[in-house]
């Protein structure tokens, strides 16, 4: 009866602070991305003049004037900050300066190629990652282990964009093995354009993906390892062995599935990373995704195109960062047990 | 600016010191990792403060620069000459000499963003944890905001706003647009940890007395708990300096970092880049090789040094 009712009192507490929780993330969401419109509303509104930057130096006053009024520009600060965000929502940003052409579009042209890259970099991530780190851990103390820890301190301090060079002077230059340049050939779905699907494609792609998911692939090894170590310390991994368990089942049956929970957020926080950082990596390869086409905009001071990106990333961000921080919350036994306990 | 303002040192400042008299010294001495790293440090500092004394040739002298020179590789490749030791870029500079003045740009940059966003970090974590309440809230709200950007992508985006501000920028505003992209995005470790400690800090019976005899907050924050609250800072300032050189190279690389006039490491690299096709490697080899040796050896005596300065570790 006691029992029961501090049961029940438990799960309306956690309910509560879970309802709590949600809603303060939430809250802090929209916040940021506020924040961020107004940014990228300021950048519109004071760096550059759009009425120049539209009609060139050379208009009259007069066609200033109407152009002004036509862009609402003489319509008070709030009403226009508003109808910059209902715009942004819908993905409006205007016109490129520089290409003179929809940033919705160029934006939705080139999304394909960042997205695939960063989703293909992650995966290589995870698929040398884990069994690297696995291996590490296993093989604790012997000199291949060392050797593989030591190099993974490379992966962690060389500049990204070092490491692409030299694979590029290694894989393209000296052996010719790999193209280093582009995308190669592509495959359109009206609209989507994948490279995944040819020869070609896939070949453009191995650099740039190893090199996007050098800092991540070494990541995860040292945090598998970190994980792996922990847990086979564990009781229940000695409780597997003394019940004369396979080292193969102990090791990837029962210590290798509890690492995997950190292991799997740390990859999704690290995805809006990945497409950040192709930035860099588009660059050295000339891939063309979102990140060079944002890089022109920062070196052209294209504000539209970065007002747009701006507001794209973080989106991407703040949406990652949401998922996560629900997914730990569901997923992180020890607040569950709370709930279960009694 | 009020980082040395204390003229009386407290009694963790001169425990500080006999640290450094002792154990500290001696760890260093039995470590050859960071013997190594301060040498490699001491020996690019040295080379790129004193460049116009130690490089062979002065790069950006037009005068001197004779294009029959240009591309040759490095002396021990054939080909290669001895008034050139690493080869010669496009433009017939020195690459050995256009390292040291690089360095000197990429090192000037990394230190003077360091600088800055410890003071502003350190300024901002002291009110934060000082006073509590809405301040602590607002600076922590902007820091949670921060690190949920990669700090690459806030400096490039400070960069791009200030290109824009600025379209036919000089050089020397180009330099303070680049340091302030760096350290706006650099402030926020020190903001915490400065931060943590000060809420320690401020229930210590010293901060105690000297409010009791009536010192305003200010003078207590700056006269008594920033002296305290700086050993960590030490520590995350090493670790930073790499990481801010590598931010400057990215965006030199990038194309949107030190003017091309004065081409730092990153730029280097750049203009290498695009001669690595046609086999002339060394352009692009030498100024990666240089700012991987640099951050490595920064980063490596960076963890020795918080490694030493923990006591839980001894």
Same mark, same amino acid.
């Given at each position: 009866m006691i029992a029961s009712s501090r049961d029940t009192n438990a799960r309306q507490a956690f309910s509560n602070f879970m309802l709590v929780f949600i809603l303060r993330r939430l809250a802090q969401a929209v916040v940021v991305m506020l924040s961020v419109?107004?940014?990228?509303?300021?950048?519109?509104?004071y760096v550059g003049d759009p009425v120049t930057n539209l009609l060139g130096q050379d208009a009259t006053e007069e066609q200033r004037t109407a152009l002004r009024k036509d862009l609402g520009l003489d319509q008070p600060f709030p009403v226009q900050f508003a109808r910059f965000a209902v715009n942004a929502a819908q993905g409006e940003f205007g016109i490129s300066l520089r290409q003179g052409r929809k940033v919705s579009s160029l934006i939705v042209e080139r999304f394909p190629a960042t997205l695939e890259l960063a989703l293909v970099a992650g995966l290589i991530a995870l698929g040398f990652g884990i069994p690297l780190g696995v291996y590490a851990a296993l093989r604790r103390g012997k000199a291949s282990a060392q050797l593989l820890m030591t190099g993974t301190l490379f992966g962690v301090s060389l500049p990204n964009f070092v490491i692409g060079i030299v694979l590029i002077w290694v894989f393209a230059v000296e052996l010719k093995w790999l193209p280093s340049f582009g995308r190669g050939e592509v495959v359109d779905f009206g609209g989507w354009t994948s490279g995944l699907l040819t020869r070609d494609g896939l070949l453009h792609l191995i650099l740039p993906a190893f090199t996007l998911s050098a800092f991540q692939l070494t990541l995860i090894m040292r945090l598998v390892r970190a994980e792996m170590l922990e847990v086979l310390r564990t009781d229940y991994?000695?409780?597997?062995?003394?019940?004369?368990?396979?080292?193969?089942?102990?090791?990837?049956?029962?210590?290798?599935?509890?690492?995997?929970?950190?292991? %799997? /957020?740390?990859?999704?926080? =690290?995805?809006?990373?990945?497409?950040?950082?192709?930035? %860099? /990596?588009?660059?050295?390869? =000339?891939?063309?995704?979102?990140g060079l086409l944002f890089i022109q905009a920062v070196q052209f001071a294209d504000i539209p195109v970065m007002a747009a990106y701006l507001c794209l990333i973080s989106l991407i961000f703040v949406v990652i960062n949401l998922g996560v921080d629900l997914l730990y919350f569901a997923v992180d036994p020890r607040l569950r047990v709370e709930g279960k306990a009694h | 600016?009020?980082?040395?303002?204390?003229?009386?040192?407290?009694?963790?400042?001169?425990?500080?010191r006999g640290f450094f008299d002792g154990d500290v010294w001696h760890s260093f001495r039995s470590s050859p990792v960071a013997m190594l790293a301060a040498v490699i440090t001491l020996i690019c500092f040295v080379c790129a403060l004193f460049a116009e004394v130690v490089a062979p040739h002065n790069p950006f002298d037009l005068a001197t620069l004779e294009l029959m020179d240009s591309l040759k590789p490095p002396v021990w490749v054939s080909g290669g000459e001895s008034k050139y030791l690493l080869g010669t870029?496009?433009?017939?500079?020195?690459?050995?000499?256009?390292l040291m003045y690089g360095a000197r740009i990429s090192l000037l940059v990394g230190i003077a963003s360091v600088l800055l966003s410890i003071v502003i970090g350190v300024s901002l974590g002291l009110l934060?944890?000082?006073?509590?309440?809405?301040?602590?809230?607002?600076?922590?709200?902007?820091?949670?905001?921060?690190?949920?950007?990669?700090?690459?992508?806030?400096?490039?985006?400070?960069?791009?706003?200030?290109?824009?501000?600025?379209?036919?920028?000089?050089?020397?505003?180009?330099?303070?647009?680049?340091?302030?992209?760096?350290?706006?995005?650099?402030?926020?470790?020190?903001?915490?940890?400065?931060?943590?400690?000060?809420?320690?800090?401020?229930?210590?019976?010293?901060?105690?007395?000297?409010?009791?005899?009536?010192?305003?907050?200010?003078?207590?924050?700056?006269?008594?708990?920033l002296p305290n609250v700086l050993g960590p800072v030490l520590v995350l300032a090493t670790i930073?300096?790499?990481?801010?050189?590598?931010?400057?190279?990215?965006?030199?690389?990038?194309?949107?970092?030190?003017?091309?006039?004065?081409?730092?490491?990153?730029?280097?690299?750049?203009?290498?880049?695009?001669?690595?096709?046609?086999?002339?490697?060394?352009?692009t080899?030498?100024?990666?090789?240089?700012?991987?040796?640099?951050?490595?050896?920064?980063?490596?005596?960076?963890?020795?040094?918080?490694?030493?300065?923990?006591?839980?570790l001894r």
């Open positions: 419109a107004f940014i990228a509303f300021m950048l519109f509104q991994i000695r409780f597997a062995r003394a019940r004369g368990l396979t080292n193969r089942s102990v090791y990837f049956g029962h210590a290798l599935k509890n690492t995997l929970v950190p292991v %799997i /957020t740390i990859t999704g926080l =690290q995805l809006g990373s990945l497409i950040a950082f192709a930035i %860099i /990596t588009e660059q050295v390869f =000339q891939w063309p995704g979102m | 600016m009020a980082v040395d303002a204390n003229p009386h040192p407290t009694p963790s400042a001169s425990a500080l870029d496009g433009q017939g500079r020195d690459i050995l000499s256009a934060a944890g000082f006073l509590g309440g809405r301040t602590d809230a607002f600076v922590m709200r902007i820091c949670d905001v921060m690190l949920s950007f990669p700090s690459i992508l806030v400096a490039l985006m400070i960069s791009g706003v200030g290109r824009s501000l600025f379209p036919n920028a000089p050089d020397a505003l180009a330099f303070v647009v680049l340091v302030l992209a760096i350290s706006l995005t650099g402030w926020v470790q020190y903001a915490r940890t400065v931060r943590g400690s000060t809420l320690v800090e401020r229930n210590k019976e010293y901060v105690q007395a000297a409010r009791v005899i009536g010192v305003g907050s200010f003078r207590i924050m700056r006269r008594h708990v930073q300096i790499a990481s801010a050189i590598i931010t400057e190279a990215t965006l030199s690389f990038l194309g949107v970092g030190v003017p091309v006039t004065s081409p730092s490491l990153g730029t280097l690299i750049r203009n290498g880049n695009d001669y690595l096709f046609s086999g002339e490697w060394w352009i080899a030498w100024p990666s090789l240089t700012l991987v040796l640099i951050t490595l050896s920064v980063n490596l005596l960076g963890d020795w040094l918080r490694d030493a300065l923990n006591p839980r």
